[in-house]
Structure formats: structure tokens, C-alpha cells
């Protein structure tokens, strides 16, 4: 099973659909359950929740010619986002691998023909979104 926070969902695809009719790829961390405020499903504390992302940076050209973001280190982000705004909700060989990879497609939304969490090999995974925030930190 995946966990994702509903704002982590919201976030994403907005910027999926401010980016449209272009791809957005990104990189996600996960914060371990224990540490999230407001979880509406009980998890063990060490589960890893997917509660954050990194801003794209589309003036990049390196990033957007070989798919590869030099500006997140690998160990910071467990998981990626891409949106697909004209192709199926599935991995492509175009798509940045992670552990894990968040797919949208449009409409914009959550739901099973718009949201899903692929493994590394393109396969479906199993997806719980929940009402949690991590904790707040301060610059």
C-alpha cells in the first residue's frame, strides 16, 4: 500500500494542470507516519507517508533533455510525480524511475482513471489517500 496526504494530491495536480497541455515531473518524500498531525487512519509510526515535493524548475534545460533532477538530492525524495496530459495512466519509458511514481492524467483529479501510484517496474500499486499535514518547520 501507498500512502499519500490529500494536500500532497491537491498540490500535485494543480501543478499538473497549470503546466498543461506540457508534462510536470518532480520529485516526493514520504515523513513517517508517527510524525503527522491529524492522521485520519491509524498507521504504524514508521509507515511512510508521502507528504512533500519539490518545486519543478521548467527553465531548466538539462533537467527537461535528460529527465534528470540535479537540483534534488536522490536521497531526499523517495518517490516521483509526472503528468501525462495527452497519454494513458501508466509508466513510460519518458518517465524519471523512483521507488515509487505518482501518475496523472487529465481531467485533474483524484480518482482511479486520473491518480495512481506505479512501482518502479510500471506496476499499479495499491493508493490511500489521507487527511494529515507533516509537522510544521521553519526556515
Known amino acids: 500500500m501507498v500512502y499519500i496526504t490529500r494536500a500532497l494530491v491537491d498540490v500535485l495536480l494543480d501543478l499538473a494542470s497549470d503546466a498543461d497541455p506540457n508534462r510536470v515531473t518532480t520529485g516526493v518524500s514520504v515523513t513517517p507516519a508517527g510524525d503527522l498531525e491529524g492522521a485520519a487512519v491509524e498507521l504504524p509510526p514508521e ?10 524548475d ?3 534545460a538539462v533537467n527537461a533533455v535528460f529527465g534528470v533532477d540535479l537540483s ?3 536521497r531526499q525524495a523517495q518517490g516521483r510525480f509526472v503528468s501525462h496530459p495527452v497519454r ?4 513510460t519509458r519518458r518517465d524519471d524511475l ?5 501518475v496523472a492524467v487529465p ?6 482513471r486520473s491518480f495512481g501510484a506505479f512501482d518502479r517496474r ?17 526556515l
Open 107 to 112: 481531467p485533474w483529479g483524484i480518482g482511479e
Open 72 to 74: 534534488t538530492p536522490a
Open 122 to 138: 510500471g506496476e499499479r500499486q495499491p493508493l490511500e489517500v489521507i487527511d494529515a499535514s507533516p509537522p510544521e518547520q521553519s
Open 88 to 91: 494513458e495512466l501508466e509508466v
Open 47 to 56: 509507515t511512510p507517508v508521502f507528504t512533500d515535493f519539490f518545486l519543478p
Open 58 to 60: 521548467p527553465g531548466n
Open 98 to 102: 523512483a521507488e515509487v511514481i505518482f
